[in-house]
């Protein structure tokens, strides 16, 4: 089965958004393309669109667009949710020749100002009333163009243009020479980087590069065609926006939106879907549920699912090597899923993932490990949004390495210069950042290679090990190189530890601040007495807690060397998130604003 429909070269190389969903509105009318529950609606039922439907609304979402004075080249800001008026004004700026730049929700005033000048948009579609009043004083600003603000559910004052008044029915003679005219080589969006070391960037993304990665992707994944996707990371991540715009055009695919994140474990229980995208810290919680959950079993229960996970890890073991499994072990494996492992995955919606991914951020081998024990394969994959998301990838159809983040994908190709520094070039990877002028700012060498600021090595086979962000390496006062990211999966092995950072540059020796995992902790201290109804801040008090941690870290540094061993930590008792600053959107770390945040308590770690 193919993922996609097929086109040549020639065909390949001619192809914009526009032209692949008039495609789909003229090949798949009837089959569906966008669903999503109603803010205000009971939860239990799904809006769905048809593709033909969608070129029906993005059509009146252009003229409307076209009224307000948005053409060719014009930029238009979009703050929302993973609703439809964000997905479908998307497309319908795209078909206009217009470029949508998606902004985080959690995206701070500065960091929204900041946008808005470096993309000198004239018309911004925001949320809500609450969104509409941080984005206010832009229309006052006089280094911002901004003029007109568009507003998805406006309050009582009504002082900005409602959405539903773009909605319009177009006049054909008019809009019609507007509509789907994009060439290849025409900027197709713009993708800020989250800001985790400084101001926000620009990407500049054409659809050559776009529906160039969409292929290379296709050429590693093998998914049955129309395949379903649920979309919960914000738009403004590539990661998203690959997975739930521009491939789901490319494939004729289903997206069902997930506007609150934290509702993905029900959607994926509802849907069962067959593909399943998740950061590490989603598979890293996924895996705590099911770990306190498999805690609560019989004995006899919790003894079949670790024999089926040592069946299954042994098999996938085979697998990654490029081996055929025995024909006994085959057969032990198949009857292990049967009778044990799709069940359990049944509770949880995954028991139809035929692939299960994750990227961003370096993903802990022994979550990887615990996935493959239950018969899920994360398939790790790396790349930056100037590189248009994924440039290497772990593949089911192609090999897999667990622990790498894969083979270079077919639009790229990766070398590792001088000091280990990743290189990547080709037909995927951006031009240049957006200035204020708008013009590009190259970014490539005069080869075309980009420095993308990662650590790693290629092996003799052609998979890419990552080791850390260069500018995230800490050296110690000794002048030893320590990844901090590998200190912090080694903690974090065990399950009480959900979250680490580990910090010590220009200092002798290593220091950690810790969190307790929100699912796991609670299950733990159940199973061994403790009283968990005074909340966490007593439960990272407790001795018995206290005690398990330190054996935890004592554990991971039995398996790093002396410079990477954490001396002192720290047992915080709030979880990190978006809302507190620590991680951003596609929740990565912000290392400096958890340093900065917890500066006392690490000077404390230093002291005597």
């Known amino acids: 089965m193919t993922s996609a429909p097929r086109t040549d070269g020639e065909q390949a190389a001619r192809q914009t958004l526009p032209l692949l969903m008039e495609r789909n509105a003229r090949l ?47 930029r238009v800001l979009l703050m929302m949710s993973n609703r439809p008026e964000h997905w479908l004004s998307d497309l319908a700026l795209v078909r206009l020749g217009a470029v949508p730049v998606s902004v985080y929700g959690t995206a701070a005033p500065a960091q929204i100002a900041h946008i808005a000048r470096n993309c000198r948009a004239a018309v911004a579609v925001v949320e809500g009333a609450a969104e509409a009043e941080v984005w206010a004083p832009l229309l006052d600003d006089d280094g911002t163009p901004l003029d007109r603000l568009v507003v998805v559910t406006p309050g009582e004052e009504g002082r900005h243009l409602p959405y539903g008044a773009l909605s319009r029915e177009p006049a054909p003679e008019q809009l019609g020479k507007a509509l789907d005219t994009a060439r290849p080589e025409d900027p197709l969006t713009v993708v800020y980087t989250s800001g985790t070391t400084g101001e926000p960037k620009g990407v500049v ?189 772990n593949s089911p159809r192609t090999g897999f390495r667990l622990g790498s983040v894969g083979r270079p994908v077919s639009s790229v190709e990766v070398r590792i210069a001088e000091d280990g520094e990743i290189e990547v070039r080709g ?25 993308t600021g990662d650590i790693g090595r290629v092996d003799e086979d052609g998979y890419v090990w990552v080791t850390d962000r260069k500018k995230e390496m800490i050296v110690t006062s000794t002048g030893k190189n320590v990844s901090p990211a590998l200190v912090e999966n080694t903690l974090k092995e065990h399950p009480l530890i959900g979250q680490a950072l580990v910090h010590g540059d220009n200092r002798s020796y290593l220091v950690a601040l810790l969190v307790l995992d929100p699912e796991a902790a609670p299950a733990w201290a159940a199973a061994h007495g403790i009283d968990v109804l005074d909340g966490p801040a007593a439960l990272a008090a407790h001795p018995s807690v206290r005690e398990e941690v330190d054996r935890a870290v004592a554990a991971a540094n039995s398996r790093l060397n002396r410079t990477e061993q954490v001396k002192r930590y720290r047992l915080l008792t709030g979880e990190w998130g978006p809302a507190t600053g620590e991680l951003t959107p596609s929740l990565k770390m912000r290392r400096r604003v958890i340093r900065d945040k917890y500066a006392t308590e690490l000077a404390d770690l230093y002291a005597g």
């Open 28 to 74: 798949y009318p009837d089959l569906p393309a966008l669903s999503w529950r109603a803010p205000d609606g009971d939860g239990t039922g799904w809006t769905t669109l048809s593709w033909a439907q969608v070129r029906e609304h993005t059509t009146r979402l252009a003229a409307g667009y076209a009224a307000l004075g948005v053409g060719r080249g014009d």
């Open 205 to 393: 993304l054409t659809h050559q590069q776009v529906l160039a990665n969409a292929r290379a992707l296709d050429a590693v994944v093998e998914l049955p065609p129309h395949v379903e996707h649920i979309c919960y990371l914000p738009f403004a991540h590539i990661a998203e926006r690959m997975l739930g715009i521009y491939l789901p055009c490319h494939r004729a695919s289903h997206v069902h939106l997930c506007a609150d994140p934290a509702a993905v474990a029900d959607a994926v229980r509802e849907i069962r879907p067959r593909q399943f995208f998740g950061v590490p810290r989603i598979w890293e919680k996924l895996a705590a549920a099911v770990r306190a959950g498999l805690a609560l079993l019989p004995a006899e229960r919790q003894r079949a699912v670790e024999e089926a996970g040592r069946v299954a890890r042994e098999h996938v073991g085979y697998r990654e090597r490029g081996e055929e499994p025995p024909a006994e072990l085959a057969a032990a494996y198949a009857r292990c899923r049967e009778e044990v492992l799709l069940p359990l995955l049944s509770l949880g919606g995954l028991d139809r993932v035929t692939w299960a991914a994750s990227a961003s951020a370096p993903m802990p081998l022994d979550v990887v490990r615990f996935w493959a024990g239950l018969g899920v394969v994360v398939m790790d994959a790396w790349g930056l949004t100037e590189t248009t998301g994924v440039a290497t990838a």
């Open 427 to 451: 037909a995927s990877v951006f031009s240049g950042y957006l200035q204020e002028d708008g013009s590009v700012r190259p970014a490539l060498d005069d080869e075309g290679w980009l420095r």
